[in-house]
Structures are given as C-alpha cells and as structure tokens.
C-alpha cells in the first residue's frame, strides 16, 4: 500500500504580542469554558433583576422576588418571638420581686435582660455597665443608687427615665445653680466641707467653716450628713462614689453650675414590659441592685 503523505503541523497564529523575545499564542478559548461564561453572564442578568441590586437616590431596585436582608432578619425575629411568646408573657405578668426565685424565668429574663442591655443601655453606662464619669453616666456594678436599686426602682427608672419631657411620670429633680447664689469664697467653703465627708479637703479651714453653708444651703436635699435621699434622687456624698468626678474643680463646677443628667424613658415606645423586666433583672443582678 502507498504510504499516506505526512502533513505539515499548521501553525498556530499569534496575537501578536511579544515581549522579550517571547510571542503569545491565539489559541482558541476551551469551548465548555466559553459555555460556562456565557451562563455566567444569564446569571448575572437574572439576578440584579431579581434580587436588589442598583443603587437608586432613596434606596435600591427592589427586585421581583422581593428579597432584602432587613425583610430576613424581621422574618427570623418574628419567629423568635414567637417561640418565646410564653415565656415573655410570664415574664410580663409576674411579680417583680418573684422573678429572682424562679430559677427558669429568672435565667431566661437575665439572658434577654444581657441583650437588651447591650442594644439599648451600653451606649451610655457602657458594655461591662461600669458608667462613664465623664459624661455622668452611672456605674451599675456598685451599691450606690440616686434613686433606689430594688427591682421595682430599677424597673420604674428604666421604663420612665429620668428628667426627660416624653414621659410625665419620669424622675425629675433640679439641683440649683449656687453660683446664682453664693458668692465665689462660700462655694470654695462649701466644696472643702462635701470633700471631707469621704476624704481629705483641699483647704481644711476652708471645709471648717463650710459647715454652716452646707447646713443651710445643701441638708435639706442631701442630709446634715451628706447621705443623700434616693426619694428625692440627691446623692450620697459620704461615700466616695461620684457620679462626675471628686476632684475639687469637679465638684465645685457642680456646686457653681449644677448638672441636669436626662435619661430617656425605655418603657413602651422602644422596649415592650418584658423587655423592660428583664433588663431590670439583669441590671439588678450585676452585683449593686438592693
């Protein structure tokens, strides 16, 4: 038989790229990857028009599904809410002073009472509820209330606030500004006198003869003392714990200038009477609730 002529391998074309010496083959694309591609792209179309996708000046196209990630997140929540349905429902009508003693509802109100917590208190008394001083913002670790720490003071707080004008029931008292009524030598004499209820004055002479100030000025909220009255939301300023600071400069911009702390209310609007209990519990059971 003849034998079958050997043909020449065609050559491939280049793309005409060359780079040190170097040239690149035009070799066709694989065609199961060019398919792949392709699909790649229905895909991309089908799926900004069925899931959001292009920012718009108010929002987003919606899409045809509908889908959003608020719209699940709202789903799951809804579901959560009603797995604890029951729960939330004795933790609501229960006795405040109750909840401690029943081992199940108490861990499930100090559980949620943690979460609430977070999403809604720490922004001001912090994550750890140690307060921040600067801004005035109570510690809730500690034994030192301005307005009573039993659960049902914690409670009334939370739900009402304090100071605020959304909520008439809310906390309310008003410190006067002594600077309006003190000369700049009684306030010194006075400030020296509230230092030496928990420690060492400035100006010893000066705390000595700002006795007959406080007494006049100062007892009738705070206590000959220094005591405080939770009823009237005064501090104790015997024991050490300052809600803005003990320094002298500090108390005495307080003495001069008063302070006027507001706390909203939670109740209601933004947390719903079991929400409201549970975080009282938490609060409570931190280590300074009474």
């Not at 170097?22 to 199961?32: A, H, Q, T, V």
């Not at 719209?71 to 401690?100: C, W």
């Not at 309310?172 to 420690?199: C, H, K, T």
């Not at 300052?242 to 500090?250: A, D, K, N, R, S």
Request: hydrophobic fraction near 40%; proline fraction near 5%.
């Amino acid at each position: 038989m003849a034998k079958k002529p050997k043909q020449d391998k065609q050559e491939v074309s280049t793309t005409g790229h060359t780079w040190d010496g170097i040239e690149e083959f035009d070799n066709p694309l694989p065609r199961w990857w060019l398919w792949v591609f392709y699909a790649t792209i229905v895909w991309g179309i089908w799926y900004v028009i069925a899931y959001p996708a292009w920012p718009l000046v108010n929002g987003a196209t919606a899409g045809y599904k509908g889908w959003s990630t608020r719209g699940q997140l709202e789903e799951r929540m809804t579901e959560a809410d009603a797995a604890n349905a029951e729960i939330n429902a004795k933790l609501a009508s229960a006795e405040l002073t109750e909840i401690p003693d029943d081992p199940e509802l108490n861990a499930y109100a100090v559980s949620a009472g943690g979460a609430v917590f977070r999403t809604w208190c720490a922004q001001c008394h912090g994550s750890g509820a140690a307060g921040v001083q600067a801004g005035g913002y109570p510690n809730l670790l500690d034994d030192d209330w301005l307005w009573g720490g039993t659960l049902d003071d914690i409670h009334y707080t939370i739900a009402n606030g304090i100071r605020n004008d959304e909520d008439p029931d809310a906390r309310w008292s008003q410190m006067p500004a002594f600077g309006d009524i003190l000369d700049s030598e009684s306030i010194d004499r006075v400030v020296n006198y509230v230092m030496s209820f928990s420690g060492e004055p400035r100006d010893a002479a000066a705390a000595s003869a700002g006795e007959e100030i406080f007494l006049n000025n100062c007892a009738a909220c705070h206590g000959d003392a220094g005591g405080g009255d939770i009823y009237q939301g005064a501090p104790n300023l015997a024991d050490a714990i300052w809600l803005y600071g003990g320094e002298y400069e500090t108390i005495r911009e307080t003495v001069t200038n008063a302070r006027f702390g507001i706390m909203p209310p939670m109740g209601g609007a933004d947390l719903s009477e079991a929400e409201t209990r549970a975080v009282a519990v938490y609060v409570h059971q931190l280590g300074g609730g009474m």
